[in-house]
């Protein structure tokens, strides 16, 4: 026979277990609602800088990544969803007159559906090199890192080469020089059908980031909530990545060797997507989603639906963050729908979706 005072031990190691385990499971299903927006109202207070117009329209392929040149040239890649025809498109801010090009490319690349986008220019000849991430949409296995050469005046681009990313699913680039870059890795077990809903839904913080040297890839930073843009201040002495689960901007200042460290973290209570930097003030433009649950469901379908489009700008001061933010663009998603990305280029705003519209917006303040 089993003592009493044995039993109510068990008894109460187990209630106290429970307990703690039910704590534990509403304390994540809290920071998983927070995470997909549901505890905001539903009412989008649209609002826009000035005139804004759709370059590309809801079947438009998309824009999902921006690079914008010191001079306005700015490239564009368009045909996210595996519906969507793959291509690079160039769009001049500088010039009220320029309209949308697709860039012919040299040496077709299969399974050619660009995310991440980022060039290079040597000051000394002119020479563009532009690095795109290829998404297979098959977990990574045949995701790739393209490298093209773009020649001013000519609509084309020649492909140099095809880095693999070795299984990794990347997500964004940064061009550091010709032949090396940085790269955000998003998710880790996306290509497991069992680990793949943990790691999503458990909220699982094993993004990390790499570092290419032209050779070979080199783990720069680990342990991150779903790391998506990233980008540098104009003399590259600070990178900026946007933390998507965690709602939050990072800096770090890149070392000798590319490593790099920790400076701050900032908090913006929104879902931030890609990161452009103002080439003269060093300030962060960043495409953000305001309704998280809604991206998902626009993402599940192809575009079909609406997902609320934000832009904030972060003023910076000698590349550091500080809490100077400002909300530039809301729109409900009807008019510009999942926004990814947004450049800004001496009054005009350039804000890119992940798979439908392309917007032009004059700014007629200063922001």
């Known amino acids: ?189 996306y290509n497991n059908k069992y680990l793949s809903p943990l790691e999503i839904y458990g909220m699982m913080k094993l993004g990390k980031v790499w570092f290419y040297d032209g050779h070979e890839f080199k783990q720069v930073l680990s342990d991150l909530g779903y790391p998506n843009g990233i980008n540098a201040s104009p003399d590259l002495s600070t990178i900026y990545i946007a933390e998507f689960w965690s709602k939050q901007i990072n800096s770090f200042k890149r070392q000798k060797d590319n490593s790099l460290h920790l400076m701050q973290t900032l908090f913006i209570d929104t879902a931030p997507d890609n990161i452009e930097v103002d080439p003269v003030t060093g300030d962060l433009w960043i495409g953000c989603h305001a309704r998280t649950h809604l991206l998902h469901k626009y993402e599940e379908v192809n575009g079909q639906s609406w997902s609320p489009s934000q832009v904030l700008k972060i003023k910076t001061k000698n590349g550091n963050l500080t809490s100077d933010i400002k909300e530039v663009f809301l729109d409900n998603g009807e008019f510009c729908s999942g926004s990814a990305t947004a450049s800004y280029y001496k009054g005009r705003l350039l804000i890119g979706t992940v798979g439908t519209e392309l917007i032009l917006c004059d700014v007629l303040y200063n922001p």
């Open 1 to 189: 026979m089993v003592p009493r005072r044995k039993v109510d031990r068990h008894m109460m190691l187990f209630k106290l277990g429970f307990v703690l385990f039910c704590a534990a499971f509403t304390h994540h299903v809290y920071k998983y609602i927070l995470l997909m927006q549901y505890e905001k109202y539903d009412v989008i207070y649209t609002h826009y800088p000035g005139p804004c117009k759709q370059l590309l329209g809801k079947d438009g392929g998309g824009s999902e990544d921006i690079t914008t040149l010191s001079d306005g040239l700015t490239f564009i890649s368009s045909g996210f969803f595996p519906s969507s025809k793959g291509r690079i498109l160039t769009f001049n801010l500088s010039d009220p007159d320029e309209t949308l090009t697709e860039l012919v490319i040299e040496h077709t690349v299969p399974k050619f559906h660009p995310v991440g986008i980022s060039a290079w220019e040597e000051q000394s000849s002119n020479k563009i090199t532009l690095f795109v991430v290829n998404t297979g949409f098959d977990g990574g296995v045949t995701e790739t890192i393209e490298v093209f050469e773009f020649k001013r005046g000519i609509s084309k681009l020649w492909h140099i080469k095809t880095i693999s990313s070795e299984g990794r699913l990347m997500n964004d680039i940064l061009a550091i020089s010709n032949d090396s870059f940085y790269a955000t890795q998003y998710l880790e077990y």
